[in-house]
């Protein structure tokens, strides 16, 4: 299960080799192990304050073309909530704080293993009606528990969140 063919770091071929319990690809020459790293994505529950939840329908893979949670993955640099922000703008416009991390699941797709945290988060100032789609999505707009489109959600953990607020809401 190699990750890496050369190394990084001096371009010599690597071996793979007992390092830390387990089998990793070892430079031979430099001795750089390669540990094949996690991605951190975050993503957001925010709502309107009158029970509709905001969904992003996205453009691009995985699960392109379904509705998701605004989320994204954090960069190298970032703390968590700086990356929420920056995903919740760049794919909504809208300024948000989040309030709290409702639960943090397993992330895996066909690119990538690792943690979506998913916080709940506020718009800051007036909560607009009509969303406006950028970046990597392609609409956006606010859902009533009972216009979910449940057969068309994006990951798991967008589902679990859902469903979770949806039976949290008082009818
Ligand atoms: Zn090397």
Redesign the pocket.
């Known amino acids: 299960m190699y990750d890496v063919k050369f190394?990084p770091?001096?371009g010599?071929r690597m071996e793979e080799r007992e390092a830390f319990g387990r089998l990793r690809p070892v430079?031979p020459?430099?001795g750089?192990i390669f540990f094949r790293d996690l991605k951190v994505a975050v993503g957001a529950l925010i709502t309107n304050g009158s029970n509709h939840v905001l969904l992003v329908r996205r453009a691009v893979r995985p699960e392109k073309g379904k509705w998701a949670l605004p989320a994204g993955y954090m960069e190298y640099e970032e703390e968590p909530i700086q990356a929420l922000k920056r995903e919740v703008a760049e794919e909504t416009g809208l300024d948000v704080d989040p309030l709290r991390v409702l639960d943090v699941f397993p992330l895996h797709n066909p690119y990538a293993r690792g943690v979506v945290i998913v916080y709940e988060a506020r718009v800051r100032g007036p909560v607009p009606d009509v969303v406006n789609p950028e970046d990597d999505v392609d609409e956006a707009r606010w859902f009533a528990r009972e216009e979910i489109p449940w057969e068309e959600l994006a990951f798991e953990s967008t589902r679990t969140i859902l469903r979770r607020w949806s039976e949290n809401l008082v009818s």
């Open positions: 190394c770091q001096c010599t430079c020459n430099c750089l």
